[in-house]
């Protein structure tokens, strides 16, 4: 992957992109060496299965480097908190600042949108990369997916400018 962010293009899905980004975010979660087996509860659980009718109801942005689908993500929420549905990235993108120019687009977004906050149910490996973004841990919650393993749950605040 180049590391020249200047043909990239962060964009609303479509619906028939949906195939795609469930293949992306299967491929983001294995990045981590998780078995086949857990990556099929994932799929069945975790919601790593993204449909046309998601695509269609929710709010979900991919980022395409060169035309092609490096990564997206997908924010709900009411009020003032939204949540950060889903945020994947292509393991071949990773270490380039893609995730972050995303991770920038979509505090923007919810900004746009008039949240305050971003609330993450994060894989543990990924908490790092949510920290060094400004969130901050805020407790555990169980994995739907394994029993006995805890998933960090970490906030965004304060993401509207005075």
């Not at 998780?34 to 998601?54: K, Q, S, V, W």
């Not at 060094?132 to 993401?159: C, F, N």
């Amino acid at each position: 992957m180049q590391d020249s962010q200047s043909s990239t293009l962060i964009r609303q899905a479509l619906p028939e992109e949906a195939a795609l980004l469930s293949n992306l975010a299967a491929l983001s979660k294995s990045y981590w060496g998780y078995d086949a087996n857990f990556l099929d509860a994932c799929r069945a659980e975790f919601g790593l299965t993204i449909t046309p009718e998601y695509v269609a109801t929710h709010l979900v942005f991919i980022l395409e480097h060169k035309n092609q689908i490096i990564g997206f993500y997908s924010l709900c929420g009411q009020k003032t908190k939204a949540d950060l549905d889903h945020f994947f990235m292509t393991p071949d993108a990773i270490g380039y600042g893609y995730s972050k120019l995303l991770w920038q687009h979509t505090v923007k977004t919810a900004q746009a949108l008039g949240f305050s906050q971003i609330l993450i149910e994060s894989d543990p490996y990924a908490e790092g990369f949510y920290l060094a973004m400004g969130a901050y841990r805020r407790g555990e919650a169980p994995s739907s997916v394994q029993p006995g393993r805890m998933l960090p749950l970490l906030e965004l605040t304060s993401i509207i400018s005075p």
